[in-house]
């Protein structure tokens, strides 16, 4: 168990819905990655907050949003769903925002759009 | 950007072999961590690694920073190491972990 939780664990929903994923970091972590699995593109990066900032985007869609509260959970909002967006959303969380620092996985949410 | 391959694709084996996976990037980086996911699609840290070696049990690994790749090894392998193993990698300009396609393990009983 790393730590970092994630719910919900199983979405099915249709398309043109909105979602949102939620997760809470390790005790002590101040950043929050989001990662998107699927089976075309493989792992990549979505967004990164740092206490309660932005710190980081990657290919985020524009229908995909993300924050982090002040308790520092985060969710990640999924909207005007299509088929392709199908995938597991991985949170991860680190203690601090740099480049150094080793990133704790949650158990992910399989989204699945029908 | 930064390239990272991993090798080989796929390792079938037989319980109780040993076996190496590699990782080569193709760029100085900052972070180096070494996952298994898996058949329930758990990712599963192993090692953080940006240089030097690490052991933990039966698995232990190398990172060769000057040369850009990292060795992980599988000793006495056991049905429950089967998965997708994912070597990632992270930059000192950026703060996203850039991942290889992964090795997809499977052991025999």
């Known amino acids: 168990d790393s730590g970092v939780t994630q719910t919900p664990k199983h979405l099915i929903t249709a398309t043109g819905q909105r979602v949102t994923l939620r997760c809470s970091p390790r005790?002590?972590?101040?950043?929050v990655y989001w990662y998107q699995q699927s089976l075309d593109q493989g792992l990549q990066f979505l967004i990164q907050?740092?206490?309660?900032?932005?710190?980081a985007k990657g290919n985020i869609l524009e229908r995909f949003s993300a924050q982090q509260f002040p308790d520092l959970h985060s969710e990640l909002n999924l909207s005007s769903l299509e088929l392709g967006d199908s995938a597991l959303y991985f949170c991860?969380?680190?203690?601090?925002?740099?480049?150094?620092?080793?990133?704790?996985f949650g158990p992910g949410t399989r989204l699945t759009v029908l | 950007g930064i390239q990272v391959e991993q090798s080989p694709p796929d390792l079938i084996l037989q319980e109780g072999a040993n076996s190496t996976l590699r990782c080569n990037f193709s760029?100085?980086?900052?972070?180096l961590q070494w996952f298994h996911q898996n058949p329930w699609g758990q990712l599963i840290n192993l090692f953080y690694?940006?240089?030097?070696?690490k052991q933990n049990g039966r698995l232990s690994a190398t990172t060769v920073a000057t040369e850009r790749y990292s060795l992980l090894y599988i000793s006495s392998s056991q049905t429950t190491d089967s998965g997708v193993y994912f070597c990632?990698?992270?930059?000192?300009?950026?703060?996203?972990?850039?991942w290889g396609a992964g090795t997809k393990l499977i052991i025999k009983p």
């Open positions: 991860a969380s680190s203690v601090a925002g740099g480049s150094s620092g080793e990133q704790f």
């Open positions: 005790s002590g972590d101040l950043s």
């Open positions: 907050y740092y206490n309660g900032e932005e710190r």
């Open positions: 760029d100085s980086v900052n972070n």
């Open positions: 690694i940006p240089s030097g070696t």
């Open positions: 990632a990698v992270l930059m000192d300009s950026n703060y996203q972990l850039i």
